[in-house]
């Protein structure tokens, strides 16, 4: 996996998850998650997660990873947690 680099905004969500899941960032949407991707997995969504706490600098708890099962909620809870970018 590529060295994560601090994103500006939010832009660069579906580049990560892309590159986590291992698909072409061009097929990551709003809807790409666990009910509309075979790739995103259990393990990938803790890797998923985590990709993201370290590249946005946040912390989610464990029910906010929980919810998070698509590319809009990682948004939602990216937004939510560093404010309108």
């Known amino acids: 996996m590529a060295e994560l680099t601090e994103p500006a905004d939010l832009g660069g969500l579906a580049g990560l998850v892309a590159e986590v899941l291992q698909i072409p960032a061009s097929e990551v949407t709003e809807e790409t998650g666990t009910a509309t991707t075979a790739a995103w997995t259990s393990l990938r969504h803790v890797q998923i997660v985590s990709c993201v706490e370290r590249a946005y600098g946040i912390r989610l708890t464990a029910r906010e990873a929980r919810r998070?099962?698509?590319?809009?909620?990682?948004?939602?809870?990216?937004?939510a947690k560093r404010g309108a970018l």
């Open 68 to 79: 998070c099962r698509s590319v809009g909620a990682l948004r939602a809870a990216l937004t």
